[in-house]
């Protein structure tokens, strides 16, 4: 595994790569999420779940490398349910059946989605 990874070079590891792509996914989803509060049409409904499900493998695959890499323990395996905890407490909401009351919180989870991925690019920098 160590050798797959140090193949990216001394600056890019494929986990800082990921992280980098779910960012940019998070980001961007974020932002197609706010227009469809608004009312959006089909094609951006497509995007937007595109971009989650993309998210969530990515989000997925960086908690494999990590566990692989760290091993299990107490405090990692937390902080990687607390951030799925985040995702799927988003997910819940969206599709709850009183949705006009819910989406004042959507968009404050989609930021902490945001904050999530940028904590992810941060810890997977290499030093």
């Given amino acids: 595994m160590h050798a797959i990874l140090s193949f990216f070079s001394v600056f890019s590891t494929l986990p800082i790569i990921l992280a980098s792509i779910g960012l940019v996914l998070a980001t961007s989803s974020f932002i197609s ?32 490398f990590y566990f692989l890499e760290n091993g299990i323990g ?30 004042k919180y ?3 989870l989609g930021g902490t989605l945001i904050v999530i991925w940028l904590i992810l690019v941060y810890i997977n920098i290499p030093l």
């Fill in 74 to 103: 107490v405090w990692g395996v937390i902080a990687w349910l607390l951030g799925f905890f985040v995702i799927f407490l988003k997910l819940s909401i969206v599709h709850a059946k009183n949705k006009r009351r819910a989406f």
């Fill in 33 to 64: 999420g706010l227009q469809l509060v608004k009312g959006a049409n089909i094609s951006e409904r497509k995007i937007h779940r595109i971009n989650g499900f993309s998210t969530m493998i990515l989000y997925l695959a960086l908690a494999v």
């Fill in 106 to 108: 959507v968009s404050w």
